[in-house]
């Protein structure tokens, strides 16, 4: 825990678990926000219904991590703080969880990337040297497995149905795949985080979500799209143009009305 | 947790978990009326700590789900009210909550209600039946239900739509 994060930013305290806390945490936290975009417009109120319920799954998840990552942080600082109160640069999700939400092909591809990262990612985690990060991971894996069930067999429905519903479904896979790069692409925090046992390492990670993606685009008639050399960096908090708008609606009650209660 | 550390008591403490885990019997899911606390199987330990606090560990069911903190009230309320304070309420974390914890008094009660009572995990997938008509013709309409523990499926045979509580 006495290595120099180099990568952290303005804002952020030191440390890997820290730091790799906000990353996970803030990435369910900002695809919930997303897919609660969705609620009341949704094509079918099934869908509504799973892109919501899903959303509140990610939700709690995110509201474990952070109310962690508050109390390793040692600064009195709430999950509230940490969801409502950050400027931009502090967030550490990836940049594919805050795309915006487009068509519903855009919507479950990808909510399929993520899912079929996030659940190698929590079946690993599960049994981290920390073991809170472990007791948090092996629950939220239950539900990571259904989303991913229910994204896998609407990817599946999309890319082998109707001609324009792979030509779209393919088209929201290659806009979205070069983001997919920096959930893999280890740096500083995700290496000290292995190191320390906290974390798996990416490179198996990125094996194990290869593997299952494949199997899926398969099935799905989708052609696995190119890899990008080019990188976002939103688990350094740099963020694509969209973030700010996202945070906008996701701060406004806080901002205008600080410490407001339900 | 601190308070995991500290011995139970050995001795006559049986008579307050006992009248404590049949007041809790009663405390309905604010979401399911028709099961108790224990038939969810969320009620993980209920033990009488050696400075008297009546320490209660409960097991959410979804990360997400809304009904957690109103449940803790519930159980806590109900608790006080059968004079049975101090009490501690903790989160029981890991192992995560299952399904299967479901007891088969709740699964019948669920069935009654209408909600088809999930399977056993292990026996997945297993056929559904309609908890009105009992047929086996049955199909799945969503993953997703009116709350973060239930599907949605309809009946071929009496054409009545239901909810299934999710298997995990």
Not at chain 1, 3 to 28: K, N, Q, S
Request: net charge negative; glycine share 8%.
């Amino acid at each position: 825990m006495n290595a120099a994060p180099t990568d952290a930013v303005r804002g952020a305290a030191p440390g890997p678990l820290f730091e790799y806390l906000l990353r996970i945490g803030d990435t369910g936290l900002v695809l919930a926000q997303r897919l609660g975009e969705w609620v009341g417009h949704a094509p079918a109120i099934e869908e509504d219904l799973g892109l919501a319920n899903t959303a509140l799954d990610l939700l709690g998840q995110a509201r474990m991590l952070l109310s962690y990552a508050a109390e390793i942080e040692g600064r009195s600082r709430t999950e509230d703080d940490l969801a409502f109160l950050r400027e931009e640069s502090e967030y550490r999700n990836a940049t594919l969880a805050e795309m915006p939400n487009g068509d519903f092909g855009d919507t479950i591809a990808r909510q399929f990337l993520l899912d079929a990262y996030q659940v190698p990612l929590y079946e690993r985690l599960a049994g981290s040297r920390d073991t809170r990060l472990a007791a948090i991971a092996a629950k939220a894996l239950k539900e990571s497995r259904y989303h991913l069930r229910y994204s896998s067999g609407w990817l599946v429905r999309l890319g082998d149905g109707t001609e324009e519903s792979h030509a779209r479904a393919q088209a929201a896979l290659e806009r979205l795949w070069p983001y997919t790069g920096e959930l893999f692409d280890a740096d500083e925090t995700d290496r000290q985080a292995l190191a320390d046992g906290i974390a798996p390492d990416p490179a198996e990670l990125h094996a194990d979500w290869s593997a299952r993606v494949d199997v899926v685009l398969t099935e799905a008639t989708l052609a696995r799209p190119p890899e990008s050399r080019y990188r976002w960096y939103g688990k350094r908090g740099r963020h694509s143009e969209h973030f700010g708008h996202l945070l906008a609606e996701l701060q406004f009650l806080q901002r205008s009305h600080p410490g407001a209660r339900w | 947790m601190s308070d995991r550390a500290l011995p139970t008591m050995r001795h006559a403490p049986e008579s307050r978990v006992v009248r404590a885990r049949s007041v809790l019997a009663s405390v309905p899911d604010p979401e399911i009326p028709v099961l108790s606390v224990l038939d969810l199987g969320i009620v993980r330990e209920i033990e009488e700590l050696a400075d008297g606090t009546l320490r209660i560990a409960i097991s959410p069911t979804y990360t997400g789900c809304p009904a957690t903190a109103t449940i803790r009230a519930d159980v806590a309320a109900a608790l006080q009210g059968a004079g049975l304070a101090p009490l501690r309420i903790v989160d029981a974390l890991s192992p995560p909550w299952t399904s299967d914890w479901i007891s088969e008094q709740g699964r019948r009660k669920l069935r009654e209600f209408g909600i088809a009572p999930p399977g056993k995990v292990a026996a997945e997938p297993a056929p559904i039946l309609c908890p009105l008509c009992g047929s086996t013709d049955t199909e799945r309409i969503s993953e997703f239900g009116s709350t973060p523990c239930k599907a949605l499926h309809r009946c071929r045979a009496c054409r009545e739509p239901f909810d299934r509580f999710k298997c995990i």
